[in-house]
Every structure is written in structure tokens, then in C-alpha cells.
């Protein structure tokens, strides 16, 4: 198994612009859906238990 170790100073730019498009590292990603999923479970819960 492989192992790395990134330095603060080598880690890319999670968003790039380039040729008029976004393009979002996987890391970028899957971060922004991971957090967009804990939103919707949340606003569910609250929902359900009638608060909105």
C-alpha cells in the first residue's frame, strides 16, 4: 500500500478555470457532495420533526 505525504506548499488549487469551464479537483468534489449530503440530512431531519 502507498503511502504520501503532501506538504502545504505542493497541494494544487482545488478549482481551476480553464478554457471557460470549471474544473474541480476529486478531492474538491467529493468534498462539496460530502457536505451537500450532510445538508440534506439535516434540513430531512428537521422536516420530519416538523421544526421547518
Known amino acids: 500500500m502507498k503511502t ?3 506538504n502545504s506548499s505542493s497541494r494544487k488549487p482545488m ?3 480553464r478554457d471557460g469551464r470549471f474544473w474541480f479537483t ?3 468534489e467529493r468534498r462539496f ?3 451537500l449530503t ?3 440530512l439535516g434540513f430531512g431531519i ?3 420533526a ?3
Open 4 to 6: 504520501t505525504i503532501e
Open 38 to 40: 450532510l445538508l440534506m
Open 15 to 17: 478549482v481551476c478555470f
Open 26 to 28: 476529486r478531492e474538491a
Open 33 to 35: 457532495y460530502f457536505i
Open 50 to 52: 416538523g421544526v421547518l
Open 46 to 48: 428537521l422536516y420530519k
